[in-house]
Structures are given as structure tokens and as C-alpha cells.
């Protein structure tokens, strides 16, 4: 089973950018479908964005043309680009690999 560390969260102002990373170890990187999920207080735990091994992506409608996620496997990490953040962006995302892996979380704040 893979294992995951999210990095990368912060405070932010609305408009602003913020870019998350997500270390993995443990299994061969590359053969994993890996994916952004985040959780706002109160809300359940939400779909943001994922990547096929093939480099296939998959946005949810919120945040289209705002986010980009990508991979590098040299590196055994996985991104998320985040421009143009908005208030309800704020949450806690969290890294998944293939579906079954969770990172720890990291907290993005979008605040004026």
C-alpha cells in the first residue's frame, strides 16, 4: 500500500495561488491513479481532482479552469495547482492513491 504526506497548504487571499504536493514512498509510484479530495468544516469530504498513471485528469465543476492537477514520477509526487482561490475553497485536502490511500491533510485557508 502506498504511503502518502501532503504538503503544501496555507493562508491565502481570495484571488490568490497555492500549490499542493504529495510525497509518496512504499509501492512503485507510477502504476497508481492518484487524487485530491478536500473537507470543509461541517461538509462531507469532496472529489477536487484526480490522475490516471496515463495522465488522464479528471476536475470536479467547482473548481474547472481554476485547478490543474499533475504528476511527477521521477519524483514519486503528485501536485495540485491552485489559482484564483476563492473563500469556499477553504478546507482540508487530502491526497488519495488509487482509491484505497490517504495523506495526513493539509489546511488551505482563503481569507481576506
Known amino acids: 500500500q502506498v504511503q502518502l504526506v501532503d504538503s503544501g497548504g496555507g493562508l491565502v487571499q481570495p484571488g490568490g495561488s497555492l500549490r499542493l504536493s504529495c510525497a509518496a514512498s512504499?509501492?512503485?509510484?507510477?502504476?497508481?491513479?492518484m487524487g485530491w479530495y478536500r473537507q470543509a468544516p461541517g461538509k462531507q469530504r469532496e472529489f477536487v481532482a484526480s490522475?490516471?498513471?496515463?495522465?488522464?485528469?479528471n476536475y470536479a465543476d467547482s473548481v474547472k479552469d481554476r485547478f490543474a492537477i499533475f504528476r511527477d514520477n521521477s519524483k514519486n509526487t503528485v501536485y495540485l495547482q491552485m489559482d484564483s482561490l476563492k473563500p469556499e475553497d477553504t478546507a482540508v485536502y487530502y491526497c488519495?492513491?488509487?482509491?484505497?490511500?490517504w495523506g495526513q491533510g493539509t489546511q488551505v485557508t482563503v481569507s481576506s
Open positions: 512504499g509501492s512503485i509510484f507510477s502504476f497508481y491513479a
Open positions: 490522475i490516471t498513471k496515463d495522465s488522464y485528469t
Open positions: 488519495n492513491g488509487d482509491g484505497e490511500s
